[in-house]
């Protein structure tokens, strides 16, 4: 059963397909790319998603302290975390 422990301690379960707290991280280049290819119709539905899977990295948000954990291709497959910052002046906004 897949799971990644957050840094705040959270256990996320990733066994789920799809899981509710993994997202993909895809490049803008990547979806316009295959935007154009669907457009011109060499693309159908399966095709779309293998395409932009190519180059989508995945992402897990831990649904306790939000912190995004995003998963390093060139890192042996780790998840490198980034921690949500509070910022006093946002919130006078």
Avoid: W
Wanted: with cysteine; hydrophobic share 30%.
């Amino acid at each position: 059963m897949p799971k990644l422990l957050c840094k705040c301690g959270t256990v996320i379960d990733l066994s789920r397909v799809p899981a509710p707290n993994e997202f993909s991280l895809i490049p803008e280049s990547s979806i316009e790319a295959a935007g154009d290819q669907a457009e011109q119709g060499r693309l159908d539905r399966e095709s779309l998603f293998k395409v932009l899977d190519e180059t989508a990295r995945p992402v897990v948000e831990c649904p306790k302290c939000r912190r995004l954990h995003v998963r390093e291709s060139g890192l042996g497959g780790k998840y490198m975390s980034y921690v949500v910052e509070s910022d006093s002046s946002e919130s006078a906004q």
